[in-house]
């Protein structure tokens, strides 16, 4: 059973602080994921990595930044936090380019910045 | 640019009623199409797509072309049916999954 964690459920941060958000598969998945949900928006994809060090930027990526030094974990940064990077947050890990249709998402940080 | 329209931000029925998620798509070649459903408090899942042409949890989407359409239907709705639908396309690069704005279905006992 495919196990996607994210390191927090919830986050309350300030407006400018530098924000790190964990996410960690453990079925040795090539894909990794990272989308924001909003009501009325469904989810959209702020970057995937589809290797180790290898990224590339989804449909909203500014504001955000990535890291993938290992191939279980992918970080999404926020370098300074805005209002409007309220939001819920969900990893999702797909095994292969062949069964990049079928991905499994992490439970979601939800994070509010104030 | 591919993309998944999902007309409904909220459909109510009541228990046993057919249900009829809508979602309209817009390629113009020949696209791979799936349904995600998030059910409370558990993760965003796979739960069809649009080749394997399967029945899950009593669910079926048909993919039709000259519509550009791939409901999702079901003939009698239950209780725990009630979920986030979302209906989903494979971008060009197909790493991508490109995501509707979802349905929430709820159904009434």
């Known amino acids: 059973d495919v196990k996607v964690t994210q390191s927090s459920r919830y986050l309350v941060k300030r407006t400018g602080e530098k924000v790190f958000l964990e996410c960690v598969q453990d079925?040795?998945?090539?894909?990794m994921f990272w989308y924001r949900q909003d009501p009325g928006l469904g989810l959209r994809l702020i970057y995937f990595?589809?290797?180790?060090?290898?990224?590339e930027k989804g449909d909203i990526p500014e504001g955000y930044s990535v890291s993938r030094e290992k191939k279980e974990r992918f970080s999404l940064i926020l370098e300074s936090a805005s209002t409007n990077q309220t939001s819920m947050y969900l990893c999702?890990?797909?095994?292969?380019?062949?069964?990049?249709?079928?991905?499994?998402f992490g439970p979601g940080t939800r994070l509010t910045v104030t | 640019a591919q993309r998944v329209t999902q007309p409904e931000k909220l459909l109510s029925v009541f228990k046993g009623a057919p249900v009829e998620l809508k979602c309209n798509y817009s390629y113009s070649g020949s696209p791979e199409l799936f349904w995600y459903v998030q059910y409370s408090r558990q993760r965003l899942q796979l739960l069809l797509r649009?080749?394997s042409r399967e029945s899950i949890k009593g669910f079926t989407a048909d993919l039709n072309k000259g519509e550009t359409s791939f409901h999702l239907k079901k003939p009698f709705a239950q209780e725990e049916d009630s979920a986030m639908y979302y209906c989903?396309?494979?971008?060009?690069?197909?790493?991508?999954?490109?995501f509707g704005s979802g349905t929430r279905l709820l159904v009434r006992p």
């Open positions: 990595s589809y290797d180790v060090k290898m990224k």
């Open positions: 989903v396309t494979r971008g060009d690069s197909s790493y991508k999954l490109i």
């Open positions: 999702a890990s797909s095994k292969s380019w062949q069964e990049a249709y079928e991905q499994y």
């Open positions: 079925m040795d998945h090539e894909n």
């Open positions: 649009h080749i």
